[in-house]
């Protein structure tokens, strides 16, 4: 189940567009349950836009796992910070993130890169009076 709910706030006097969401989702087969609470910020430019944000999601559920240092069982929920920016020039987009997780218990140096590159192949070619 994926519930995300966001607005946009558009400034047209400065180009500037300021974009706060929430996602709630939860999965049957692992019973898992998460949150993210996002904020990006955009820039309207004349060669395209500009953007960037932050993501922070944090787990309901937490796993087990024995901290060697005092042999006890502890929990540990999945909590991730994610700086973000990214340019859209014409039908090219270019992101990069950076997710940094937290805890005692995380995957490798405990966080990893991502580079998304995209075409938009349907923007502005869609025009329907369908209202």
């Given at each position: 189940?994926?519930?995300s709910?966001?607005?946009?706030?558009?400034?047209?006097?400065?180009?500037?567009?300021?974009e706060?969401?929430?996602?709630?989702?939860?999965?049957?087969?692992?019973?898992?349950?998460?949150?993210?609470?996002?904020?990006?910020?955009?820039r309207?430019?004349?060669f395209?836009r500009?953007?960037?944000?932050?993501?922070?999601?944090?787990?309901?559920?937490?796993?087990?796992?024995?901290?060697?240092?005092?042999?006890?069982?502890?929990?540990?929920?999945?909590?991730?910070?994610?700086?973000?920016?990214?340019?859209?020039?014409?039908?090219?987009?270019?992101?990069?993130?950076?997710?940094?997780?937290?805890?005692?218990?995380?995957?490798?140096?405990?966080?990893?890169?991502?580079?998304?590159?995209?075409?938009n192949?349907?923007?502005?070619?869609?025009?329907?009076?369908?209202?």
């Open positions: 189940y994926l519930f709910s966001g607005y946009l706030f558009s400034d047209s006097s400065n180009n500037w567009n300021f706060p969401s929430l996602m709630f989702a939860h999965k049957d087969a692992t019973k898992e349950t998460f949150a993210d609470v996002n904020f990006k910020v955009y309207e430019t004349e395209g500009l953007w960037a944000g932050l993501s922070y999601r944090n787990s309901f559920e937490g796993a087990e796992y024995i901290n060697v240092s005092n042999g006890n069982i502890e929990e540990q929920r999945l909590q991730l910070i994610t700086p973000l920016f990214g340019i859209d020039y014409k039908d090219f987009v270019f992101s990069y993130n950076y997710s940094h997780q937290f805890g005692d218990i995380n995957f490798g140096s405990g966080g990893f890169h991502q580079i998304t590159l995209g075409f192949i349907l923007r502005g070619s869609i025009d329907c009076d369908c209202f």
